[in-house]
């Protein structure tokens, strides 16, 4: 039997940024507006606008944010099916290899912007 998935809306106002805690493996949807996506580590720029969508693969906080304001789904799988076991075991991993992974960078930005943990 499959499980289903855990969804989560979020809103970000114009400006607004925010960081999400725990999140690899969540796919973010861009429902509306335009959201642009940074993952430590990784080169690219992600910009999400209406109805795209991409799988975050950072273990580490990620840092979204919007100029004109966005409306986004996070999907992730439910706790003890395969996916969510497979990336809890990728962040613990993750987490021994690079001090930055996990909490850390949230820990050090709470109180200065908004946070979402996922898991």
């Known amino acids: 039997m499959s499980r289903p998935t855990q969804i989560t809306r979020l809103a970000l106002g114009p400006r607004e940024t925010m960081v999400l805690d725990h999140a690899q493996g969540v796919e973010v949807i861009a429902r509306q507006g335009c959201v642009w996506l940074t993952q430590h580590g990784d080169s690219r720029d992600i910009v999400l606008e209406q109805g795209q969508s991409f799988t975050l693969e950072s ?20 706790p003890g099916s395969a996916a969510a076991a497979r990336a809890g075991w990728l962040r613990r991993l993750a987490g021994w290899l690079d001090p930055r992974a996990g909490s850390r960078v949230c820990a050090a930005l709470e109180g200065r912007v908004r946070m979402h943990r996922v898991a």
């Open 59 to 78: 273990a580490a906080g990620v840092v979204m944010t919007t100029s004109r304001g966005a409306e986004l789904i996070l999907r992730a799988a439910q």
